[in-house]
């Protein structure tokens, strides 16, 4: 969690400083203080939601190699497999790096870390590690990689909707 916080710190402070590019008309949108504190908020909130539901797949996924696996196990692996992910969102403050080449570099770092995570913390049965080790990488690969798909085309003007939302939420407040 404190990871998630300082990132998200970086990423509200770079846009409110430096601004987003925006696709439908090629300029940076600088956001209100208030916008980019609900949207990190929201942020912060869906990433938890996509970790909590990365650990029940690897559970799930974990039952059907004929282990009994906890869910802390499944949680433990799932959060330190991803810290590499949530690190290098600190890049996602400056507007000239696409947050698809944080993503690809970080979802990288997590398969490795996945690699030598799964057997240590799981302790699958030796014939099932590399199984579920390979069926817990792309599960996590299509679950952060839809999630990021999500934030990059919200960044980009592309959810209307939800970004009335925001601002309507980021009037409520006062600073």
């Not at 402070?13 to 949207?39: C, D, H, I, T």
């Not at 799932?78 to 949530?86: D, E, H, I, K, Q």
Request: aromatic share 12%.
């Amino acid at each position: 969690m404190p990871m998630l916080l300082i990132t998200a710190g970086a990423e509200g402070y770079g846009l409110v400083r430096w601004g987003r590019e925006q696709m439908n008309v090629n300029q940076l949108k600088r956001f209100q203080p208030s916008e980019a504190v609900v949207y990190e908020f929201i942020h912060v909130l869906f990433t938890v939601g996509l970790l909590l539901l990365g650990a029940r797949i690897i559970k799930s996924v974990g039952e059907t190699f004929h282990g009994r696996h906890s869910y802390t196990q499944a949680f433990t692996t799932t959060a330190y497999g991803l810290s590499p992910l949530f690190l290098l969102r600190l890049l996602d403050a400056f507007p000239s790096i696409s947050p698809w080449t944080t993503w690809s570099i970080g979802i990288v770092l997590c398969v490795s870390v996945l690699y030598q995570g799964v057997p240590r913390v799981m302790m699958p049965d030796p014939p099932h590690a590399f199984g579920l080790y390979l069926m817990s990488a792309l599960l996590l690969i299509i679950i952060t990689g839809l999630g990021r798909f999500v934030t990059a085309w919200y960044l980009q003007g592309h959810f209307k909707p939800l970004d009335e939302v925001i601002s309507r939420l980021a009037a409520q407040l006062r600073f």
